[in-house]
């Protein structure tokens, strides 16, 4: 008896509504994006691919493009990119009929049925074809849901992409910072190195008490020690970008100084564009649609899997004047009956990583949010304390040269010259964290709204798909 195509898909579509048991998922509730940010972004700027470039330091430049190269990290996560490819491909595969070609050949002797002796050679070639009908849609869903995890490792590989610039350009920072308290605490040290000269040469002249010649003394030593101790951080930080770009513990070639370094302008977003252009959230968004159709396919399980089959071939014999073509048509259809509880199981688990999957979404884009918020106040609060730093730096220069002048003239002890230089010396190494702070606070930000890109559209800018 036929059945009507009609029929035929009524049928289909009422066994897939009732494909399985209805997984209890749970409500995650939506993200909603804030509408302004709690710290003024300001007019902003549009923000670039190559955003390290905006520092203006050709050897920054250089070392986060040799570490986007050469990163085992980076490696890795493409590697990982062409694995997802590769799943996406096979699990396109199986809604394609399978081929196979077979040849069978021989030669035997044998007894026929007058008790003589016959031998033959023959052989039997033959063509098989196998294909899957998706009748409810499971291969299709299993497509989809390998096509969602390739995206999302495609997501993945730009994240650690971002982090490995981010780490790179934080770490210079760091070194830089650390070349220019060094270059300080050792004019420091020549500063003190004369005070002790002069405080030696006053105590041998009847001019001072020996008390003064030991706080000289003791203050030298107490600034160079600052200064071995600052060669071990740059050092280490050189030996953790050398790591970052994939090469053995080396000397690190330096651009410009810290304080020549360019500020980038704050680059301007809107939340709700926020979400599309991080990679991780786009990688978590990509995960939870494929956790859907994982889920999806999962309880299709439970429905009738319909195969068909056919061969043809042909069989050669030297017994057989001609040869005789054979084929064969046929079809079959499986329904699970009694799996002891495994399509159910199978079923609970996809609904949890799909639960699981909504969660790190959620996780992922509050996070998002968060880390934009504390880059731009940390971006505005420390650019405020520079400007205080650097009014403290200046009036305590001249408090010292002050201090000085007075010493040298038998106007004041050497405690007071001693009180300057060390408030000196303290406000010059803050001014220098604090700049470093401001330009790693950038680069945080740079990170947090997902490092640059260009519009959708865009020349070499391909849309990336909807998951």
């Given at each position: 008896?036929?059945?009507?195509?009609?029929?035929?898909?009524?049928?289909?579509?009422?066994?897939?509504?009732?494909?399985?048991?209805?997984?209890?998922?749970?409500?995650?509730?939506?993200?909603?994006?804030?509408?302004?940010?709690?710290?003024?972004a300001g007019t902003g700027a549009p923000l670039q691919g190559d955003w390290w470039q905006s520092f203006g330091d050709p050897a920054l430049a250089a070392l986060v493009e040799k570490a986007l190269a050469h990163n085992s990290d980076v490696g890795i996560a493409a590697a990982r990119v062409r694995e997802a490819r590769a799943n996406a491909a096979l699990a396109r595969s199986q809604t394609l009929p399978a081929i196979d070609a077979t040849l069978g050949a021989g030669r035997s002797r044998s007894v026929n049925a007058f008790g003589q002796p016959a031998e033959q050679s023959f052989a039997q070639p033959q063509i098989q074809i196998a294909y899957e009908v998706d009748l409810f849609g499971r291969l299709a869903d299993q497509?989809?849901?390998?096509?969602?995890?390739?995206?999302?490792?495609?997501?993945?590989?730009?994240?650690?992409?971002?982090?490995?610039?981010?780490?790179?350009?934080?770490?210079?920072?760091?070194?830089?910072?650390?070349?220019?308290?060094?270059?300080?605490?050792?004019?420091?040290?020549?500063?003190?190195?004369?005070?002790?000269?002069?405080?030696?040469?006053?105590?041998?002249?009847?001019?001072?008490?020996?008390?003064?010649?030991?706080?000289?003394?003791?203050?030298?030593?107490?600034?160079?020690?600052?200064?071995?101790?600052?060669?071990?951080?740059?050092?280490?930080?050189?030996?953790?970008?050398?790591?970052?770009?994939?090469?053995?513990?080396?000397?690190?070639?330096?651009?410009?100084?810290?304080?020549?370094?360019?500020?980038?302008?704050?680059?301007?977003?809107?939340?709700?564009?926020?979400?599309?252009?991080?990679?991780?959230?786009?990688?978590?968004?990509?995960?939870?649609?494929?956790?859907?159709?994982?889920?999806?396919?999962?309880?299709?399980?439970?429905?009738?899997?319909?195969?068909?089959?056919?061969?043809?071939?042909?069989?050669?014999?030297?017994?057989?004047?001609?040869?005789?073509?054979?084929?064969?048509?046929?079809?079959?259809?499986?329904a699970p009956i009694f799996q002891g509880g495994r399509l159910t199981a199978q079923a609970d688990a996809a609904g949890a990583q799909r639960d699981q999957a909504a969660f790190a979404y959620r996780r992922t884009a509050l996070a998002a949010f968060r880390e934009v918020e504390d880059a731009l106040a940390a971006v505005r609060r420390i650019d405020e304390q520079i400007n205080f730093a650097q009014s403290q730096r200046e009036a305590l220069?001249?408090?010292?040269?002050?201090?000085?002048?007075?010493?040298?003239?038998?106007?004041?002890?050497?405690?007071?010259?001693?009180?300057?230089?060390?408030?000196?010396?303290?406000?010059?190494?803050?001014?220098?964290?604090?700049?470093?702070?401001?330009?790693t606070a950038r680069v945080q930000l740079f990170q947090a709204m997902g490092g640059g890109w260009a519009p959708c559209g865009a020349p070499d800018v391909p849309c990336a798909p909807e998951p």
């Open positions: 008896m036929r059945i009507a195509p009609l029929t035929t898909a009524v049928l289909a579509g009422t066994l897939s509504a009732c494909a399985g048991p209805n997984i209890a998922l749970t409500e995650v509730a939506p993200v909603t994006p804030p509408p302004a940010w709690r710290t003024d497509q989809s849901a390998a096509r969602d995890a390739f995206f999302a490792s495609e997501a993945a590989r730009d994240a650690v992409r971002l982090s490995v610039a981010a780490a790179v350009a934080s770490n210079y920072v760091v070194l830089r910072s650390l070349d220019a308290r060094l270059e300080v605490a050792r004019e420091t040290v020549r500063a003190r190195s004369e005070s002790l000269r002069i405080a030696k040469s006053r105590v041998g002249s009847g001019y001072s008490p020996k008390l003064e010649l030991e706080q000289s003394q003791a203050e030298y030593d107490a600034t160079a020690q600052i200064v071995p101790q600052i060669e071990l951080a740059i050092a280490r930080t050189e030996g953790a970008l050398s790591l970052l770009v994939g090469d053995t513990p080396r000397t690190i070639a330096r651009g410009i100084a810290l304080d020549r370094l360019a500020v980038p302008a704050i680059p301007g977003d809107l939340p709700s564009e926020l979400l599309r252009r991080r990679p991780d959230v786009a990688q978590a968004e990509y995960q939870l649609a494929a956790s859907d159709k994982n889920l999806a396919a999962a309880r299709k399980r439970f429905l009738p899997q319909v195969r068909l089959t056919s061969a043809a071939g042909a069989a050669f014999s030297t017994l057989l004047g001609d040869p005789i073509t054979i084929w064969s048509v046929g079809g079959s259809i499986l220069a001249e408090g010292l040269r002050l201090a000085t002048n007075r010493f040298r003239e038998g106007y004041s002890p050497y405690l007071e010259q001693l009180d300057a230089q060390r408030g000196l010396l303290g406000a010059e190494l803050s001014l220098i964290q604090l700049r470093a702070d401001a330009l």
